[in-house]
Nanobody, 118 residues
Framework: QVQLVESGGGLVQPGGSLRLSCAASGLTFRWWTMRWYRQAPGKERELVAAITSAGDSTNYADSVEGRFTISRDNAKNTVYLQMNSLKPEDTAMYYC???????????WGQGTQVTVSS
């Protein structure tokens, strides 16, 4: 059974930082592209960041470029999202996603809430 378990969300002031983690089990983690999505109330889910299976390439949404960093540790079956210089508009539920490019198959985590507010 595949599980993706996110952690690290919370309440932070504008300008602050958080580090999200997503621990994967039940799949061969090193074979999967990992992605972070977010969804704010009343908005569509959007792709925030992605990292290839080997960790040799990343890409980011324009809105987080230069502030967020995605990374992975294949030995620990974990992907991370370091979020710096947080803004109120970063407030959302953040979801971890495992993606298999060969057939487009996806797995999703349950999400972790990030709230940026003073």
């Amino acid at each position: 059974q595949v599980q993706l378990v996110e952690s690290g969300g919370g309440l932070v002031q504008p300008g602050g930082s958080l580090r999200l983690s997503c621990a994967a089990s039940g799949l061969t983690f090193r074979w999967w592209t990992m992605r972070w999505y977010r969804q704010a109330p009343g908005k569509e889910r959007e792709l925030v960041a992605a990292i290839t299976s080997a960790g040799d390439s990343t890409n980011y949404a324009d809105s987080v470029e230069g502030r967020f960093t995605i990374s992975r540790d294949n030995a620990k079956n974990t992907v991370y999202l370091q979020m710096n210089s947080l803004k109120p508009e970063d407030t959302a539920m953040y979801y971890c996603n495992a993606y298999r490019s060969a057939d487009g198959y996806n797995y999703w985590g349950q999400g972790t809430q990030v709230t940026v507010s003073s």
